[in-house]
């Protein structure tokens, strides 16, 4: 096998072998590693204090065969075989056992050696030799079970319980993740509604809500790019029909100049349509609020209403402001302009003559408010919750004042939803009233008071 195809052995199709796999790897580490801990415990503390204890029992033997004689010693080492329950001998420094004259050479360690504790032929041997060399120590007995195997029972019950534990945490991870993978394939399918459902709050809840920010996003702009593909399929084909009408009566008729300010009119309405096309796109594909700063809202109402007045004094309405505001909101100068300007220069489009728009200022304890009404038809009440969709515009209007692209109230909610604020119309009887809440910077102070409020 060449070497570039090893890496294709490593690869996992599924993360519950991975983790199965992760386990055994773990608990085989675990085990060798507990296994050289005890070893060195073994060694470094265990064996000194059981060598201290046989030369303890060393010295003991010796004194009683001193003092007492042979048979005291029998006694002692036959009370050590009941008590442990192995042979245990006093020998000489040949090997000759000196209770009984066995020769028990070939329990004795190879010199230099002058003390052992092994296994073999089935037995395990201790020796431990005294400090003159005259005597030694000596124990043996059968080997039993092998130590590991007493605790083999333990062993399982704790791989048991360890891979019912990884079991549970793979489930727990990998089955969400399973179903945010679903989702996505789903998305990526072409069902644009489908959303991860989950409340957790983990990392694998954030990345479900990072996907449905996502999709609510990409949703968002597909439909609002289909839906402007269509409306301006729509919108476009009236004036250029127009305007194709214009340039053969222009290449036909006698006054040619009527023609091209027919054509004139034509152009400017189409560029108009692409500039509000333009805009509203920016608003659908960056909704992000960049380069904000403080702005004060009178300001911005003053400057509209000042670049209005010619507009509505050339269509024979005014314009009236009521009202004071002090406060400042987070957000971008010139969208919030475009969004006053834009309600404005609608109600002046569908006032009628000598009729007076309101337009009035406040603050409440979070928002700047700005009103403006008209005293123009107003809108049928069923088509009020359309009138800021993109296009829209109610036929009345339409037939009677030429209308405008229908993108004008559309782009005015979208800035203010960029700035978190609200925007709402409702009938005035006569004339719509058009309200527009966009949240005040607030002071730390004022902050904090009406938190605790």
């Known amino acids: 096998m060449s070497l570039p195809e090893w890496p ?26 507990f296994r050289a801990i005890s070893q060195r415990v073994q060694k470094q503390s265990i064996d000194p204090m059981f060598d201290r204890f046989d030369e303890l029992q060393l010295e003991d033997a010796r004194e009683l065969l001193t003092t007492d004689g042979q ?27 000196i209770a009984s004259g066995q020769n028990k050479a070939d329990l004795l360690p190879p010199p230099p050696a002058v003390k052992s504790r092994i296994q073999a032929h089935g037995h395990w041997i201790i020796t ?18 092998p130590h590991v195997w007493e605790f083999l029972p333990y062993y399982f019950l704790v791989i048991g319980a360890t891979g019912v534990l990884c079991w549970l945490a793979a489930v727990a991870v990998l089955s969400p993740v399973r179903r945010i993978a679903a989702t996505i394939a789903v998305f990526g399918q072409g069902d644009l509604s489908a959303r991860v459902q989950s409340k957790r709050q983990d990392e694998i809840g954030q990345l479900g809500r990072s996907f449905n920010q996502m999709a609510e996003r990409l949703q968002r702009l597909i439909v609002s790019e289909r839906r402007l593909l269509g409306d301006i399929s729509h919108e476009l084909r009236s004036p250029l029909a127009r305007l194709k009408f214009a340039v053969k009566l222009a290449r036909t008729s006698a006054d040619s100049k009527a023609a091209l300010d027919r054509i004139e009119r034509d152009v400017d309405r189409i560029a108009s349509l692409v500039a509000d096309i333009v805009e509203i796109n920016f608003f659908e594909g960056d909704p992000a609020l960049r380069g904000a700063e403080k702005v004060r809202v009178a300001e911005i109402v003053e400057e509209v209403v000042r670049d209005c007045a010619v507009e509505a004094h050339f269509r024979g309405c005014r314009i009236e402001v009521t009202g004071q505001m002090a406060g400042e909101v987070l957000g971008s100068r010139e969208l919030l302009r475009r969004a006053v300007e834009n309600v404005l220069r609608n109600a002046i489009r569908y006032s009628p003559e000598k009729s007076a728009i309101q337009v009035s200022i406040a603050e409440s304890e979070r928002d700047a408010m700005i009103v403006v009404r008209d005293c123009g038809p107003g809108v049928p009440q069923d088509a009020l919750a359309r009138i800021f969709d993109p296009f829209f515009r109610v036929e009345e209007a339409r037939d009677l004042n030429g209308g405008g692209s229908g993108l004008g109230l559309s782009i005015a909610k979208r800035a ?11 009938n005035a009887s006569p004339g719509l ?10 002071t730390p102070l004022l902050s904090r008071a009406l938190s605790h409020g």
């Open 8 to 33: 294709k052995l490593w690869r996992m199709k599924s993360l519950y072998v991975g983790v199965a796999l992760a386990m055994i790897a773990v608990l085989s580490l675990s085990f060798l590693l």
């Open 71 to 97: 048979k005291a010693l029998k006694e002692y080492l036959a009370n050590l075989d009941h008590l442990f329950g192995h042979g245990h001998y006093l020998l000489d420094s040949r090997g000759i056992d």
């Open 128 to 145: 431990h030799r005294s400090r003159d060399g005259q005597y030694w120590f000596a124990a043996e007995g059968q080997v039993g079970p």
């Open 433 to 442: 009233r058009v309200q527009i809440a966009i949240p005040l910077v607030l």
């Open 416 to 426: 203010v939803q960029v700035h978190h604020g609200t925007i709402t119309a409702e």
